[in-house]
Antibody, heavy 116, light 111 residues
């Protein structure tokens, strides 16, 4: 059974940092491109970024609102995806989901609240 | 960037009746590999999105056959042949042909 379990969310002040994790199981994580998608309270879905598999260079792509502030990485030895979020803004408040790049499986999400 | 536009944004339906949601992209979603990467998702309150349809018209495993997807190029449609009470929630289209991925605004379906 495919499982994606996010963790690391919480309350952080504007300008602060937070690192999210996504533990994967039930599929070949190392061969999978992975995404982060977020959803602000009461709003729609917005892609954050993605990371290629190591075989495809492990390259990353980011959406414009987070480029230069967020960094996606992966540890294939731990089947874990990460999202390092720096210089957080109030508009980054959202539930953050990890998902495979084909968007077939999603985690349950972790809430990040940026507020003073 | 590609912009996805859904309509209507809200839909009230009667159980047993059909429903249809439109999704239009600002440019063709045909990938250079010939595939069209247009997905449909359903999200119930407090839950993660669930993929229903991939590559325009392919139903995911376990998705009832009352759900169908169609379209080509820039115009796509999700149809529910007979709405059930459990179909309430928000439906999103998303394109995976280009980066960044682009989601539609969502269509809220109520009974």
């Amino acid at each position: 059974e495919v499982q994606l379990v996010e963790s690391g969310g919480g309350l952080v002040k504007p300008g602060g940092s937070l690192r999210l994790s996504c533990a994967a199981s039930g599929f070949s994580f190392s061969n999978s491109w992975m995404n982060w998608v977020r959803q602000a309270p009461g709003k729609g879905l917005e892609c954050v970024g993605r990371i290629a598999s190591r075989a495809h260079g492990g390259t990353t792509d980011y959406a414009a609102p987070v480029k230069g502030r967020f960094t996606i990485s992966r540890d294939d030895s731990k089947d874990t995806l990460y999202l390092q979020m720096n210089s957080l803004k109030t508009e980054d408040t959202a539930v953050y989901y990890c998902a495979r790049d084909v968007l077939d499986f999603w985690g349950q999400g972790t809430l990040v609240t940026v507020s003073s | 960037d590609v912009v996805m536009t859904q309509s209507p944004l809200s839909l009230t339906v009667t159980p047993g009746q059909p429903a249809s949601i439109s999704c239009r992209s600002s440019q063709s979603l045909v990938h250079r590999d010939g595939n069209t990467y247009l997905n449909w998702f359903h999200q119930r309150p407090g839950q993660s999105p669930r993929r229903l349809i991939y590559e325009v018209s392919n139903r995911d495993s376990g998705v009832p056959d009352r759900f169908s997807g169609s379209g080509a190029g820039t115009d796509f449609t999700l149809k529910i042949s007979r709405v059930e009470p459990e179909d309430v929630g928000v439906y999103y289209c998303v394109q995976r042909t280009y980066w960044p991925r682009a989601f539609g605004q969502g269509t809220k379906v109520e009974i």
